[in-house]
């Protein structure tokens, strides 16, 4: 039986109806040797989605099918393709390319290629065709970028799961050190359950205590809540991480998040707020003389260990299962942008839409 020449999906037309999605064929990037295509069972719903849809990450090629945290069965595979089998299910998450062949690809280091390519939203080079993400019917994908699933709710780890296992991983959160993470979202609870795995004290650093109770049944050893006058005060200089995934900067005291940070400790930041990020003083890294840094997705090396992490330690997403059709997709990505979410949203029931 002849493969479809084209995919299908949900599309958002432009930033100013961003809430609103049409199924519609697209016609993938051409089929490459080393590519995969798999037909989509599940896809996390993520903040980048709405930043994307909505403008405040500037101008997109539209109509585009946002969607970047993928899972489900591989159904055709490209000649030279080694790492991934015919019926495998799998799993693909920001990234969908990179050279493989440079500095940065040759050391673990493939998400900071000079020419890496976005899953959903990059124009690919050779056609100037518009990639489009996991809204959809299948997902094309060079090998290197997809991971072996075992389950379809595992898909929020490949996107929101690596971006704070990567930073934690290389920052050497373990035994003996005091990890905190800013924020308890979508990216924020898995930084807990996974900074908590590698053996670290973890604390949750939070606006309110709203979400204390939560971040106690993920593991968290303490909690701080900004709103409690003077909360940074017992722990200043005492943590030797923090990784903060906020997605809002609104009204903050960055000297008063940095002064927890111990001498030459680092802040690494992968929440990606619209608009305007941190503003700080030069003065504010004298008194403990910390490190202030980012931090994007990971390799495919961290990808592997972190799936095995969560298989080890019985790591689960806390997510919120949603049927995939226009009306749900409306909803689910305006809770999303009011962060109305415990944790994770996954869309589910492809085949509905898709077919079989």
Not at 213 to 224: H, N, Q, S, T, Y
Not at 317 to 338: C, D, G
Request: hydrophobic fraction near 35%; glycine fraction near 12%; charge should be negative.
């Amino acid at each position: 039986m002849p493969y479809p020449d084209e995919f299908t999906g949900f599309q958002v037309n432009g930033s100013d109806t961003w809430t609103e999605f049409h199924k519609n064929e697209f016609k993938p990037r051409p089929f490459g040797d080393y590519d995969v295509d798999i037909k989509i069972e599940a896809c996390g719903i993520c903040g980048s989605d709405v930043h994307t849809i909505n403008g405040g990450w500037g101008e997109q090629k539209f109509p585009l099918a946002v969607g970047h945290e993928i899972v489900g069965k591989a159904i055709r595979v490209g000649p030279k393709v080694t790492l991934i089998k015919e019926g495998q299910r799998v799993g693909v998450g920001a990234q969908s390319w990179s050279c493989l062949e440079c500095r940065q690809c040759k050391n673990d280091n493939e998400t900071y290629c000079m020419k890496q390519l976005d899953t959903y939203g990059a124009v690919w080079p050779e056609t100037g065709t518009v990639m489009q993400g996991g809204y959809s019917s299948h997902v094309r994908t060079h090998e290197h970028w997809y991971d072996p699933s075992r389950s379809l709710l595992v898909s929020p780890m490949l996107c929101a799961g690596l971006t704070v296992y990567s930073p934690l991983k290389r920052n050497g959160a373990g035994p003996g050190k005091k990890v905190g993470i800013v924020g308890l979202g979508g990216l924020g609870h898995l930084g807990v359950m996974f900074a908590k795995a590698l053996g670290a004290e973890v604390w949750v650093i939070s606006r309110s205590h709203a979400k204390e109770e939560d971040a106690r049944k993920m593991g968290a050893d303490g909690f701080l809540a900004t709103q409690d006058e003077k909360w940074n005060e017992p722990h200043k200089m005492t943590f030797d991480l923090i990784v903060n995934t906020a997605n809002s900067f609104e009204g903050w005291d960055v000297d008063a998040y940095l002064s927890l940070l111990d001498v030459q400790a680092k802040w690494v930041s992968v929440g990606l707020p619209d608009g305007d990020g941190i503003t700080i003083k030069n003065q504010t890294f004298i008194s403990n003389g910390c490190f202030f840094g980012s931090s994007h997705l990971g390799s495919r090396r961290e990808t592997l260990e972190m799936l095995q992490l969560a298989a080890d330690k019985g790591i689960k997403t806390w997510v919120e299962e949603i049927p995939i059709n226009e009306k749900n997709l409306s909803e689910a990505i305006q809770k999303q942008h009011k962060s109305d979410v415990r944790y994770r949203f996954c869309l589910t029931n492809f085949e509905e839409q898709f077919g079989a």
